[in-house]
């Protein structure tokens, strides 16, 4: 038990020293999925007054969309480990004007909110460095009665199919920590949580062998920070190399990619 109390800890003060040092260019490495956001907002239309919370919100890309959309509507409180992360959402929230947010430096697993305040929680890209449990039962703590929880994540199989999981050596072995959705579905049952919808986007993307390469070199997914320094070497060579093999133009290369959105309701 303490060694795996151990390991949780290791962990998680490596990822949060990866996301601290990307937090400054982590909007310009990823790609920004609107898809499930319209699919949120239109469950949302017609509400008044509504709070909720982005937990993992990294540098606010998918929160602000929701304040962008709802103005003084709605209220975010703006949730993450990491205070690089937070720092960059605040200086971009301040940029772009947006006021109806607070941010919260806090753990999924223990969020720092009160009991039965929130219509919604979000978790985009994140569900997979909580422990799920603990995060369910927080959710379960903080929302209304009639609150609800959107997880939007990749599954294990839709990480594997990716162009990441198909060219990039190791990229899906390594990828351990990423969940099926029945895993996910029995967490919630053991909640005591219902699901309510899932709902799967598929993504036709394109994009240039320098602009992919740019992105690994960066860790853009935070797999990649988890290999050695040298296997990663060797493997970005092959990745390139896999690309030109299985890829004739290397400015327009073409790939789908899927992830989940699960609803949840208390
Ligand atoms: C892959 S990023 C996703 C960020 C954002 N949701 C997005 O999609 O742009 C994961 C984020 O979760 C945060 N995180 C990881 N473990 C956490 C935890 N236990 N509690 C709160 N935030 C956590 C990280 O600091 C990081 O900002």
Known sequence: MLNTKNEINKNKQSMNYHFSS??????????????????????????????????????GRYSKEFLKYFGDKCFMHCIDYNENMLKSLE???????????????????????????????????????????KFLSESLRTLKDDGHLFIYTRLRNQNSRSIWGTQFPLFAEIETRLYEFDELKQYIQEADMEIHSTRVFGYHRTSSLSRLVTQAKNNH???????????????????????????????????????????IRK
Not at 33 to 42: A, H, S, W
Request: proline letters at 2%.
């Open 22 to 59: 990307i937090a400054s260019k982590y909007r310009s490495i990823r790609t920004l999925d609107l898809e499930p956001v319209l699919y949120i907002k239109n469950q949302m239309n017609g509400k008044t007054k509504i709070n909720m919370a982005d937990v993992g919100c990294g540098d």
């Open 91 to 133: 200086n971009y929230f301040t940029e772009q004007n947006i006021t109806n947010f607070c941010t919260r430096q806090g753990d999924a697993n223990r969020l720092p909110i009160d009991n039965d305040s929130l219509d919604y929680i979000f978790t985009f890209n994140a569900i997979h460095h909580f422990e799920v449990p």
């Open 221 to 263: 997914y935070s797999t990649l920070a988890l290999y050695d320094k040298e296997t990663f070497k060797e493997s970005l060579v092959t990745f390139q190399q896999n690309i030109k093999d299985n890829f004739d133009d290397l400015e327009q290369i073409k790939w789908t990619d899927e992830n989940i959105l699960i609803e």
